[in-house]
């Protein structure tokens, strides 16, 4: 028998797809990736389908691709010859919430905003907050952050405990319960970034907070980049606890106000948070504002309404949407460095420079309170001229971050648009992560061609 209709035997024949609709869908991600029809798109439901598949996979030899919302920028999902996607989106149930351990447990389809508005009911909230309305197993496989990660840190720091089915389809947990351990190898923070390579998450427990007594946004316009980031690292400095600071340049300003019907200053802006009580949020607001004057700081703007503090995050989370929105067909290719806050500055300068050089619409925004920052560039995909140009401005930026300690990839990703920095960034370590994925993945069943290279594996035909 086929491994297709062994598929089918294992799940209801509705939920083994070959539509070609539904495997166009999972041929590509939000990047300017070339697609790659998968073989097969199956719709589990339970760890013990998802490991059942995992088995036929083995069996026959073909990989199995890991597949959250489709959100990622790296090409994470797109395969790379013969594979079975596996969907998560059937599994989207919110399964305990420990409102007074300050814990939810989620099955990996679970989308951010889903969770926003169960754990708003309990007053709880979930900080991490990419962009997209990524699922929480995406999520946790890329070790995803966002706005808040400058207070509340990355998936990391807030996963608690995995359910995965492992390449042989063994099911495990890599954590517990407790607040801290010291007990075994760190295997949650191991899978946790794995992008699909080692295993399937099929539960994650994650860790949450109570929602802040008081919160107020900010939007504050300084003349350039450099004042606007060199505040960052004071308000830092300052040990003011901010919960968000996201610079968005000029051109990014632009766009968001014709995408977003804001009238915001277009000039270099920060976007700014705090979280605490009253008392604390006045004397945090006031020595912020002190900060921003001494960098020159054009206009500072305090929202403690809640329809506008949404509108303003809004407006920044749809940034990229805004750029594609003004160039209809055209795909994004976004850089993600990470560097000590201290070369941010620079980082950006230079940023500005090779991208203004290059000649594409592009803009610059970041999470500067981590010292990571993307340029979103605008290429048209059948455009070898255009690929080459974001291409060349991408391996500029990561040499210029990796020559200063930096990352080529703060949140994003390795998938297969940075697969090729690995070596240079980890030097003998990624022999290191070859042997983990070999050790775990001896098949290479599991995303393969993906965050490290594998290329001992056949594949069946
Ligand atoms: C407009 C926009 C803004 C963005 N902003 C941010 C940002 O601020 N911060 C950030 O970190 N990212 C950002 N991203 C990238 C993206 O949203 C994140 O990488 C997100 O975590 C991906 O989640 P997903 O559900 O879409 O996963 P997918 O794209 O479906 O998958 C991503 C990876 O996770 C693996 N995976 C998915 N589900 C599972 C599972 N259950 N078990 C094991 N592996 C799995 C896949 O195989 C793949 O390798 C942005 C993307 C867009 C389009």
């Known amino acids: 028998m086929g491994l297709i209709e062994e598929l089918q035997q294992i799940l209801a024949p509705e939920r083994v797809s070959q539509n070609l609709t539904v495997l166009e869908q999972h041929s590509k991600d939000e990047s300017y990736h070339t697609p790659y029809l998968p073989e097969a798109v199956v719709f589990p439901e339970t760890a013990q389908e998802v490991s059942d598949i995992i088995k036929l996979a083995n069996k026959h030899r073909v990989p199995v691709i890991p597949f959250g919302m489709g959100s990622s920028l790296e090409g994470h999902v797109i395969p790379r010859g013969r594979a079975i996607t596996i969907d998560f989106t059937r599994m989207n149930k919110i399964v305990e919430i420990r409102e007074k351990d300050f814990l939810v447990r989620v099955q990996p389809g679970v989308t951010r905003k889903q969770l926003e508005k169960e754990l708003k009911k309990y007053g709880l909230f979930f900080p991490v907050d990419p962009g997209a309305d990524a699922s929480i197993g995406g999520m946790a496989a890329t070790n995803a952050s966002g706005t808040t990660t400058v207070k509340y840190g990355a998936m990391r720091d807030n996963v608690r405990d995995l359910q995965v089915v492992l390449a042989d389809g063994q099911i495990i947990h890599t954590g517990n319960l407790a607040a801290k351990s010291s ?5 949650t923070g191991l899978f946790v970034g794995s992008e699909g390579t080692l295993g399937c998450f099929t539960e994650i427990t994650l860790k949450v907070y109570g929602i802040p007594e008081q919160i107020m946004a900010a939007r504050a316009v300084f003349p350039n980049v450099d004042e606007a980031v060199e ?19 000029e051109p990014s300003i632009r766009q968001v106000n014709k995408y977003s019907q804001t009238n915001y200053k277009e000039a ?12 604390g949020l006045k004397q945090d607001v006031a020595l912020t504002k002190a900060i921003a004057e001494d960098h020159y700081c054009q206009e500072i703007v305090f929202e403690t309404d809640q329809a506008l503090r949404h509108q303003l995050w809004d407006a920044r989370h749809n940034l990229a949407y805004a750029f594609l929105h003004a160039h209809p067909g055209k795909r994004q290719m976004v850089t993600d460095v990470c ?8 980082a950006i300068h230079f940023a500005r420079e090779i991208v203004t050089n290059s000649g594409l619409p592009a803009g610059i925004a970041g999470h500067v309170g981590d010292g990571n920052f993307h340029i979103i560039m605008i290429v048209d995909p059948n455009s070898a001229d255009d690929l080459a140009r974001a291409e060349k401005v991408n391996e500029q930026i990561v040499q210029y971050a990796l020559e200063r300690k930096g990352t080529c990839t703060g949140e994003h990703g390795v998938g297969i648009g940075k697969l090729k920095y690995q070596a ?3 030097g003998g370590a990624y022999q290191i992560m070859q042997t983990i994925k070999q050790a775990l993945d001896p098949m290479g069943i599991m995303n393969p061609y993906k965050k490290v290279e594998n290329e001992t594996v056949t594949h069946g035909s």
Not at 183 to 187: A, E, I, Q, R, T
Not at 231 to 249: K, M, N, W, Y
Not at 268 to 279: A, I, S, Y
């Open 424 to 426: 240079k960034e980890h």
């Open 268 to 279: 270099p802006t920060l976007f700014l948070e705090f979280h605490g009580n009253k008392d």
């Open 339 to 346: 560097l000590p806050i201290t070369e941010l500055a620079g």
């Open 183 to 187: 007990s075994g190898y760190h295997l």
């Open 231 to 249: 505040a960052v690292v004071d308000i830092q400095q300052a040990g003011i606890p901010i919960a968000r600071v996201e610079l968005v340049d």
